[in-house]
């Protein structure tokens, strides 16, 4: 089969957010950009993001971005780089101005401004009283959000491959990245994209999980592609499980429930979150809540909801007018799904994979890094922005609404990066070896040859069994090791599972397919880096290891994955802000 | 736990071995508690994997699972199974050209929603900040901004389907009224400019399919008459 080679000035693999805030960055710059989706792009699950985005504007007290920062550090539990965090914190206001003047229907305060409201983790004056930072558009930010970036990117006239699917990246052989290798879902086709930047904003992977608040699409493509390529990646024991999806469901119920007044009830009616955090109570951090909620259930104090045992989050003391005006998607998702209007009854909820901190490691200009003979090295030609990315300002631990704001700080930077190095020819064309091309290809091959083995349907359910009995809220070596055992003796397995669909035309089984070799590595990635990090921290919560160990583990753990095993390294971790005063470790107390 | 059988009548097109579509049934027993349409399907996918259909976020908001769904258009995410008659009968929206089984082919409707210009026009100096919009300035944008281009609404209107390529269509419509009901939009002569003539709003005839169908609820046939009215002070 001949084999087409698109080839443009940069490429971006996933319209989402990030994506899409680089691309537009791109095209207005006027150099040929080109968007590799598989999906249409407002159907990417930035559309899901509720609450909003955290940015210092001050719209509701006086505010700074050093607060943004402060509690960002420590929300991070410390292995957030300072660098990073004090950039994203720093430009998030010009880039949140950006949107608006892009259109994005921010819901507005009485004099006009921006509406922000409380979430989880904030304060002012470094640990002060409970700030309001997030703006928002009523509960619905992400889909406002990804609307205005792709209608502007349309207005940009971005180049755009509609359900399109990222197979591979092209190695060059001077050792970087010369594009990818992608299959047109309606065709079959596939194709060449050939670029001097490969931007991979391919999102997260939360489908590793069985409960999860993510959308079937979000399969780790960006981060399996760097794992074959040979490159680290960075972190990813560091899952967040959101306190609050639908039980039995997973579907995410926002963080801006309890910012606007919800709380959480235990069977006994009991509001426990006093007890956990009596400062902040149920505005503590997204971890800290999860494990309140998941001890909870332990201790016998949960219900029983959808088959799942669960607590009950309350907002009906909110009044129908604020709930229809702030959180009318909330009401809709829990009417739907919990078969509860919150404006009378509770919302069964429990703690739902939602987030993958780690990811590709980047500079904060999104420049991937590998890492050799203790030293980083930027990969010529690749970038990494969003979730998929690991910059690293979420460390071990999100706080709630800074995803949207590395979203669009970092999809910005990289856009601005690529751009002035494409001007300034820092980006060479580099040479495509030939090999490299059937290299990227074997994975279908495989996939279109297996005809005889196990379902992969059955490898997928046993992947996702594992993870979440082994590697959830709370993880203790002695059944982590046999999960990685499982999950290496799985990896076997998947080499010759067979898939019972062998069209060309709108094969998305043989999509799953190859999704589940990404789901696969990320999940051995996971299972190694949380097993080497022998110590609690964030969301890394070991009943082996229950304290913090900074001495030893204020680093990033790095992991390379081979056919055979993979293998760890670490990276320090960057404590040195820009311009700041560094913010040093202590207890995180909410 | 009690189970029950659950009975579907599914259309099936596959253009690399199927001369003509055909509806084909299938049926499985599930535990009697509730169950989305998706996770039906999804299900039926597991029994027979080459059956096809688009999904992602599954709660309601990317807007991927628009099908036809016992004669009537919807998302399968937010259908619950216990409402619908059985067997189910599940086809792809009407009114597009089907790629394979539930999946056709956008590109019209996408068309239609690219020719009103669907971003904020102001070629105003953009000020440091934001620019204010106030709390009942940014109220007649609710109703608006949440589609999800499901594409529900216009396969089910008789006048997107007798011509696809004039009129605009509920979607577009409903877009095009949401920029011109925004208080930082300046464009408003140039936009309704370009949909003034007999079809690319005027070949609405009010019948109201959109307003049925919208799983966001939202009201197209409204946002119409508005531009409508728009129109006709305009020529006043």
């Given at each position: 089969m001949a084999i087409n080679t698109y080839e443009f000035d940069a490429i971006i693999v996933g319209g989402g957010g990030a994506g899409m805030r680089a691309s537009l960055q791109l095209a207005n710059s006027g150099l040929k950009t080109a968007v590799i989706s598989k999906v249409f792009p407002t159907r990417s699950h930035t559309v899901c993001a509720q609450g909003g985005i955290t940015v210092a504007l001050g719209n509701m007290h006086p505010d700074d971005w050093r607060f943004h920062m402060y509690d960002t550090v420590k929300g991070s539990d410390y292995i957030g780089d300072q660098d990073c965090i004090e950039y994203m914190c720093q430009q998030?206001?010009?880039?949140?101005?950006?949107l608006e003047h892009m259109g994005l229907p921010f819901s507005r305060t009485a004099s006009g401004h921006i509406y922000q409201r409380p979430f989880g983790g904030q304060s002012v004056n470094f640990g002060g009283d409970q700030a309001a930072r997030t703006a928002a558009a009523a509960d619905r930010t992400g889909?406002?959000?990804?609307?205005?970036?792709?209608?502007?990117?349309?207005?940009?006239?971005?180049?755009?491959?509609?359900?399109?699917?990222?197979?591979?990246?092209?190695?060059?052989?001077?050792?970087?990245?010369?594009?990818?290798?992608a299959m047109c879902i309606e065709t079959g086709e596939i194709a060449h994209f050939k670029s001097r930047?490969?931007?991979?904003?391919t999102g997260g992977a939360g489908r590793i999980y069985e409960s999860t608040t993510n959308a079937f699409i979000n399969t780790g493509d960006g981060v399996g592609m760097v794992i074959r390529a040979g490159f680290p990646v960075q972190d990813m024991e560091m899952w967040q499980f959101h306190p609050t999806g639908i039980a039995g469901v997973g579907v995410l119920v926002t963080e801006g429930c309890r910012g606007e007044g919800g709380y959480l009830v235990n069977k006994n009616g009991e509001r426990f979150m006093e007890r956990y955090a009596p400062h902040v109570k149920d505005l503590a951090c997204r971890d800290v809540v999860a494990r309140s909620i998941a001890i909870e259930i332990r201790e016998g104090r949960g219900v029983k909801a959808n088959g799942v045992d669960a607590v009950l989050l309350k907002i009906d003391q909110l009044g129908a007018d604020v709930i229809n005006s702030r959180l009318p998607g909330i009401r809709e998702l829990a009417i739907t799904f919990a078969h509860v209007d919150p404006i009378k009854d509770p919302i069964p909820v429990v703690p739902t994979c939602h987030y993958m901190m780690g990811g590709i490691p980047t500079t904060m200009h999104g420049q991937a890094l590998t890492r050799i003979n203790d030293q980083d090295h930027i990969i010529p030609g690749l970038y990494a922005v969003g979730e998929c990315a690991c910059v690293s300002v979420h460390g071990a631990n999100r706080l709630g609404g800074n995803s949207l704001t590395d979203l669009i700080v970092f999809g910005r930077a990289a856009g601005i990066h690529v751009e002035n190095a494409l001007k300034k020819g820092d980006l060479p064309q580099q040479t495509v070896d030939?090999?490299?091309?059937?290299?990227?290809?074997?994975?279908?091959?495989?996939?279109?040859?297996?005809?005889?083995?196990?379902?992969?349907?059955?490898?997928?359910?046993?992947?996702?069994?594992?993870?979440?009995?082994?590697?959830?809220?709370?993880?203790?070596?002695?059944?982590?090791?046999?999960?990685?055992?499982?999950?290496?003796?799985?990896?076997?397995?998947?080499?010759?599972?067979?898939?019972?669909?062998?069209?060309?035309?709108?094969?998305?089984?043989?999509?799953?397919?190859?999704?589940?070799?990404?789901?696969?590595?990320?999940a051995r990635a996971t299972a190694l880096s949380a097993i080497t990090r022998t110590e609690t921290r964030g969301a890394h919560s070991r009943e082996d290891f229950p304290d913090h160990d900074d001495v030893n583990w204020i680093k990033h753990t790095l992991y390379f994955g081979t056919e055979g095993k993979g293998s760890i390294d670490f990276r320090p971790v960057n404590r040195q802000p820009l311009t700041v005063e560094p913010f040093q470790p202590k207890a995180r107390v909410y | 736990m009690t189970t029950k059988t659950y009975r579907f009548s599914i259309y099936r097109y596959n253009p690399e071995c199927d001369v003509e579509p055909y509806m084909q049934d299938f049926s499985f027993e599930a535990p009697s508690t509730d169950?989305?349409?998706?996770?039906?399907?999804?299900?039926?996918?597991?029994?027979?994997?080459?059956?096809?259909?688009?999904?992602?976020?599954?709660?309601?908001?990317c807007g991927s699972d628009g099908m036809n769904i016992n004669g009537k258009n919807g998302l399968a995410c937010m259908t619950h199974v216990s409402g619908l008659k059985q067997p189910i009968v599940i086809r792809p929206l009407p009114g597009f050209p089907v790629v394979r089984d539930l999946v056709v082919d956008m590109t019209q409707f996408y068309k239609q929603y690219e020719s009103i210009q669907p971003y904020l026009l102001n070629d105003t100096i953009a000020p440091a900040v934001e620019r204010l919009q106030s709390p009942k300035d940014r109220a007649k944008l609710d109703g608006l901004y949440e589609c999800i281009l499901c594409a529900c609404c216009s396969s089910s209107c008789p006048s997107f389907w007798w011509n696809p390529d004039k009129f605009v269509g509920p979607a577009g419509l409903l877009w095009a009224y949401r920029f011109l009901a925004d208080s930082r939009d300046n464009a408003t002569q140039a936009r309704l400019g370009a949909l003034d003539d007999?079809?690319?709003?005027?070949?609405?005839?009010?019948?109201?399919?959109?307003?049925?169908?919208?799983?966001?609820?939202?009201?197209?046939?409204?946002?119409?008459?508005?531009?409508?009215?728009?129109?006709?002070?305009?020529?006043?």
């Open positions: 998030a206001p010009a880039a949140v101005y950006e889909h406002a959000l990804l609307h205005t970036l792709y209608q502007k990117n349309l207005q940009a006239k971005t180049h755009f491959f509609t359900e399109w699917y990222a197979l591979d990246l092209i190695k060059s052989t001077e050792g970087g990245i010369a594009g990818l290798m930047a490969t931007i991979l904003a030939e090999s490299q091309i059937d290299q990227a290809l074997v994975r279908v091959n495989r996939w279109n040859n297996n005809k005889d083995g196990e379902s992969f349907h059955t490898i997928r359910d046993e992947l996702k069994k594992i993870m979440q009995s082994d590697f959830g809220v709370f993880r203790d070596g002695q059944y982590m090791q046999p999960g990685l055992d499982k999950l290496d003796a799985l990896y076997a397995r998947l080499q010759n599972a067979k898939i019972n669909d062998h069209s060309e035309v709108f094969n998305t089984t043989r999509i799953e397919a190859l999704e589940l070799d990404n789901l696969m590595a990320v | 169950m989305m349409l998706l996770d039906a399907i999804e299900h039926i996918k597991v029994q027979d994997e080459t059956l096809t259909f688009r999904r992602s976020c599954r709660e309601g908001v007999p079809y690319s709003v005027f070949r609405c005839r009010s019948i109201m399919n959109c307003v049925q169908v919208c799983p966001k609820s939202l009201n197209p046939t409204k946002a119409i008459g508005k531009i409508r009215s728009m129109l006709l002070k305009e020529a006043v």
